[in-house]
């Protein structure tokens, strides 16, 4: 059974720099399609991006294409998710998801899902 772990989130300026890892367990990671979500209190979960497969393919939300890169370390069973320029908009909890299907999968539909990591501005 696959198993999700969140790690890197915390306190960050507007404007700087973050690396969110996203550590499996249980299985091969290189084998699922892994999504990033955010969700922002009272605000609806957001994927934000996804690298598929073997990593033939990457995903961005219009909202975070060109500030944010998603990664895979085989090796390290983990994929991560750089992400620079933070705006306000960027700060939430994000959690990982993995899906044996592509990208696009629904979200309902992933069925292993991480606990999340809190990214908060600071003043």
């Known amino acids: 059974q696959l198993q999700l772990v969140e790690s890197g989130g915390g306190l960050v300026q507007p404007g700087g720099s973050l690396r969110l890892s996203c550590a499996a367990s249980?299985?091969?990671?290189?084998?699922?399609?892994v999504l990033w979500f955010r969700q922002a209190p009272g605000k609806e979960r957001q994927k934000v991006s996804c690298?598929?497969?073997?990593?033939?393919?990457?995903y961005y939300a219009e909202s975070v294409r060109g500030r944010f890169t998603i990664s895979r370390d085989s090796a390290k069973n983990t994929v991560y998710l750089q992400m620079n320029s933070l705006k306000s908009e960027d700060f939430a909890v994000y959690y990982c998801?993995?899906?044996?299907?592509?990208?696009?999968?629904?979200?309902?539909?992933?069925?292993?899902w991480g606990q999340g990591t809190q990214v908060t501005a600071s003043s």
């Open positions: 998801a993995a899906g044996r299907a592509s990208c696009f999968e629904p979200r309902d539909h992933l069925p292993f």
């Open positions: 249980g299985s091969t990671l290189d084998h699922y399609a």
């Open positions: 690298i598929s497969r073997h990593s033939t393919n990457t």
